[in-house]
């Protein structure tokens, strides 16, 4: 069975500070895997989609890597700003099915201090 | 586009009452979803939808039934409400099930049984 975990729970920087959230996944059998943003109160908002076949995605400050074989990922935020400060979840899809169900980690909650 | 749409945003049901769960997405997308979120376990997907007419289970579909009569709506309804679905349920869609289509969430509607 699927597990998705993603550690820390929490993490509170400084303005300005590099810094990277970790997804690590227990099948390496992937479809693809998404990293969302969760604001307080709101829905999910998709970051980054990295398909099985892919190493890495980017989309300004945001980089995401994908090792299959280790079954990890990371998201790596440049140059934190307060406006970053969400909760980051992790979603990996197990096959290409009609199902397109998505297996998520707990999330990491980033406090980003001015 | 008003994207993905959940009515109501808040809603108190006490047990074995029953109410339906409204999600409405204007991008004609063919896939709908619904998920629960609960503190420490991420999202479960609850049922699934592939187009008008077409519904399937998730996850965790005890006590909910769906129906999709057309490609916008696709309402979640509890049958006879327990404490145990407490959670906040977010509809989700996408243009098809191809690996590379992002799936955009709604805003969530909370709910609590008492």
């Known amino acids: 069975k699927q597990e998705v975990t993603q550690i820390p729970a929490a993490l509170s920087v400084p303005e300005g500070e590099n810094l990277v959230l970790n997804c690590s996944f227990t099948?390496?059998?992937?479809?693809?895997l998404q990293w969302f943003r969760q604001d307080p109160g709101k829905g999910l908002t998709s970051l980054l989609l990295?398909?099985?076949?892919?190493r890495e995605q980017t989309s300004g400050r945001l980089n995401a890597s994908l090792d299959k074989s280790s079954g990890r990922s990371t998201l790596y935020i440049a140059a934190s700003q307060p406006g970053d400060s969400a909760t980051y979840l992790c979603?990996?899809?197990?096959?290409?099915?009609?199902?397109?169900?998505?297996?998520f980690g707990t999330g990491t909650l980033l406090a980003v201090q001015p | 586009n008003a994207g993905v749409t959940q009515t109501p945003k808040f809603q108190v049901l006490k047990t074995g009452q029953s109410m339906t769960l409204q999600c409405a997405q204007d991008?004609?997308?063919?896939?709908m979803s619904w998920y629960r979120q609960d503190p420490g376990m991420g999202l479960r997907l609850i049922h699934y939808?592939?187009?008008?007419?077409?519904?399937d289970q998730g996850e965790v579909p005890n006590g909910y039934n769906v129906s999709r009569s057309t490609t916008e709506d696709f309402p979640l309804r509890l049958l006879s409400a327990a404490p145990s679905q407490t959670s906040v349920y977010f509809c989700?869609?996408?243009?098809?099930?191809?690996?590379?289509?992002?799936?955009?969430f709604g805003p969530g509607t909370r709910l609590t049984v008492l």
């Open positions: 991008m004609n997308h063919e896939y």
């Open positions: 990295i398909q099985s076949s892919q």
């Open positions: 099948d390496s059998a992937i479809y693809n």
């Open positions: 979603a990996v899809r197990r096959d290409g099915g009609a199902t397109n169900k998505l297996i």
């Open positions: 989700a869609s996408s243009y098809s099930t191809s690996g590379t289509d992002t799936q955009y």
């Open positions: 939808s592939v187009g008008a007419g077409i519904t």
